[in-house]
């Protein structure tokens, strides 16, 4: 029998952080919080595996923040690290990382950073503390606050908009956890979109829409909910890039209705209906009850694969770490000017040449390593990449996989980088400009994770 629990802490950054890291946003540092940020933890075990589930308000997991990570969590519950699965959000509102364009805040960077392995751990440890038997299920929904984000002009320009004839993926995948008297203990929700509600206006920290959707979750059905970002590659938001706080409020309650109302249709326990009695009242009354058919799936299973992905052609690192060094310098004296356009046109210059360090620095060999994770709950498969795949990927995965239910989800457990499909390298944009891999990773992702489903039901 499966055993669960789950642990949360509180990791909102502090007022004054670098926060701005918006190409087209002129302040630095952070001015205030919408709502708190949150690492939450769900502990499952069989007996014999263990595993934890993270899910983190953060942008980013980079490869040695994940090390970190999960190396805290190994230290402070004994789970092993290959069974530590860590998903970011994505929020855009979220504290800058180390080496930033940004200057001002940029002092609370790293220590911010280095409390995040402790909380992690705290809120893993939590978890397996009160894991108690459970039963777990699986339902979708739909919900449509996304849309494909890669419209163009009438010249062809791809830019980051909404296109509302481009491909979405709206399913909302819902796995309900219960303790065996039926009590909720957790509910996954997975669906594909950027939290990039707030934009370069904004100046609060924020979990944007996630951490709205949880909130409306935990209170229609209790227990704690965790966030799975999905294959959100080129899907955004329906509003978008604005500094309205109220609009991620409105969207992620939405989102969170609608996993709600999935998540109460959920019955771990298959059942069949049987009349026990009549019984005779004003009118003669059905008496019912719900047979268990079978015993419930409780097999807990992880395992951990890696595909080497085409990696692209990008110039020598010390090429354009100098080109981000001369940058950083124009914009910090743009800044000391104080002309706002000139500082515009200067963050901009340098949060894309900062974009084409980290791409650079990724794709030094002929291909990348990529670490998938695949999760076994039950009947139910969860997997995760290590990147930002578009939603025709995480589609594929779906139908491709022979599990009953698919999670797919991008954002998890290290490196970041986007995996567009083929036809968008042909179209343009944003994410084939600003990705470390060549044309056809995406097959080749697909192909590995649909195998990693099958291993999971050898």
């Known amino acids: 029998m499966l055993k669960a629990g789950t642990g949360r802490v509180d990791i909102t950054p502090p007022i004054g952080i670098a926060h701005a890291g918006w190409g087209a946003a002129t302040h630095e540092r952070a001015e205030g919080v919408d709502m708190p940020f949150y690492v939450t933890a769900l502990y499952v075990t069989d007996g014999a595996t263990e595993c ?5 308000d953060i942008l980013l997991l980079p490869s040695d923040l994940d090390g970190n990570l999960r190396q805290a969590v190994e230290h402070g519950t004994g789970i092993s690290r ?82 509302w004839d481009g491909f979405s993926d709206r399913q909302v995948l819902v796995v309900a956890i219960d303790d065996l008297d039926g009590g909720p203990v957790a509910t996954l929700v997975n669906y594909a979109c950027h939290p990039t509600i707030l934009g370069p206006a904004n100046r609060m920290l924020s979990p944007d829409y ?18 799975l970002q999905g294959a959100a590659g080129n899907q955004g938001p329906v509003v978008t890039f604005v500094g309205d706080i109220e609009a ?53 299973k992880v395992i951990t694969r890696t595909v080497d992905l085409p990696a692209g052609d990008f110039p020598p690192v010390a090429e354009i770490e100098a080109e981000f060094d001369r940058l950083k310098a124009d914009l910090q004296t743009a800044r000391e000017k104080g002309a706002a356009a000139a500082v515009k046109a200067a963050v901009m210059a340098a949060k894309r040449s900062w974009i084409r360090r980290n791409l650079a620095r990724m794709a030094q060999q002929d291909t990348i390593a990529v670490h ?34 698919t999670v797919f989800c991008g954002y998890t457990n290290g490196l970041f980088a986007y995996v567009p499909t083929a036809q968008a390298y042909e ?29 999971l039901w050898e």
């Open 52 to 56: 934890v589930i993270v899910d983190i």
């Open 82 to 163: 290959a069974n530590v699965w860590l998903s970011a959000t994505h929020t855009h509102a979220a504290a800058e990382f180390p080496g930033t364009f940004l200057i001002g805040g940029a002092d609370l960077i790293e220590p911010y950073m280095a409390s995040l392995p402790s909380a992690v751990a705290r809120a893993a440890a939590e978890a397996k503390s009160i894991a108690r038997p459970v039963r777990v299920g699986t339902g979708s929904g739909s919900c449509a606050i996304n849309v494909n984000r890669r419209p163009r002009t009438e010249k062809g320009f791809v830019f980051t908009g909404r296109n």
């Open 210 to 227: 996630p951490g709205h959707m949880r909130r409306t979750v935990e209170m229609n059905v209790g227990g704690l909910c965790l966030f």
């Open 248 to 300: 991620p409020r409105k969207l992620g309650r939405r989102l969170g209705l609608e996993a709600a109302r999935v998540r109460m249709n959920i019955d771990p326990v298959p059942r069949k209906e049987r009349l026990v009695e009549i019984v005779g009242s004003g009118a003669d009354l059905g008496m019912y009850a719900g047979e268990p058919l079978g015993e419930p799936d409780d097999t807990l």
């Open 372 to 405: 998938i994770q695949a999760v076994r709950l039950g009947s139910t498969a969860l997997v995760g990449v290590p990147a930002e795949p578009f939603a025709e990927i995480g589609v594929s995965v779906k139908e491709q996989s022979n599990a009953p239910h």
């Open 427 to 455: 179209e343009g944009g944003y994410e084939p400009r600003t990705t470390p891999f060549r044309a056809g990773a995406d097959t080749q992702l697909v192909d590995a994770c649909v195998r990693a489903v099958q291993d």
